[in-house]
């Protein structure tokens, strides 16, 4: 353990080495760099923080990160609400969203099926999403399924799907297949087992 | 850039990009995670960053961070206060400090000469350090040049050593059994100390 000349130092450090992948060297580091900071800069960081578990709101419908009650997505009368693409997290959003290819909505589970980690389907949104699927009035019709290709992402994808085949919605998850513009060497082969299998018609691909 | 799903959360990865070393994709990550704390631990830490800069002190005898006015090395009646061992920056406290092999005082310069940079001997503790050895009843009777083997880190010790040379002051450097162009804080305990150890008399560096 290091020994820091100052109590409030030695906080700041080991607060930010509660961080996942800083250790104490970085924390000290990033401290430092604070400390060379102008104080109203730091105190605006510092601020910022406080406010984030206050003042961050998760949209009622899909439960993405949002500054209102339902978020600008679900929100938007132009966005296609019989689709809705089931992510992990909203860090998934954002990246479907970059791709500017998907006009449906989204549902946010806040994580994957794991009882290696204790995560189990309560502890996800996973009831909200059959009662928004279930409810009488739905419009959903479609449900893309676009959780890790893991075992847990497997696992939930699979508890999802049981819950819902008896509901009319249909259900898909998104094409895994070699990278666009990777070489066939470098792919691994799993995705390119997959990407073999799951084939298409040449001329589908020439619509796009 | 990313779209960001809300305002708030876009405002604390910003703040999070602006440390060295972290990018947006790293920053996301890091307040996803602050997301899902506790509230209480979040606003703690975004307390401790805001009190960082206002509560901070530098002691008025070695500038290293302190919780008082004067630090407890220097307020430590059990310590050498014939002995000044000067460093770059507080992180070379730490790290001698760590070595268990050092009884002496520090001043902390708060930087090195580095023209490149635009950092002048005006921007560092200096002259602090020439008054202290200087004045009179000063008990400084060795200065220990503890700054990276650089080229600023050269020009820095020359610097000082030129600015003393006519005082009693011995002036020694620790021995580099530290590998050249190691920063100090990445030197092994045992290595370290032993530089501290073995320390020469400045001018006979220059004689190499």
Known sequence: MMNYSSKLLEEAVLEFAKLPGIGNKTALRLVLHLLKQ???????????????KKEIIHCKICHNISDQEICQICSNPRR??????????IRDVMSIENTHQYNGVYHVLGGIISPMDGIGPGDLTIQSLEEKVLSSGSEIRELILALPTTMEGDTTNFYIFRRLKNSNVRITTIARGVSVGDDLEFADEITLGRSIVNRMDFESTLKN
Do not use: H, K, P, Y
């Not at 102008?38 to 984030?52: K, P, T």
């Not at 296609?80 to 997290?89: A, G, I, L, Y």
């Open 38 to 52: 102008e104080a109203r800069d730091v105190e605006n960081f510092g601020s910022v923080i406080q406010r984030l």
């Open 80 to 89: 296609d609400r019989s689709t809705v693409c089931v992510v992990e997290n």
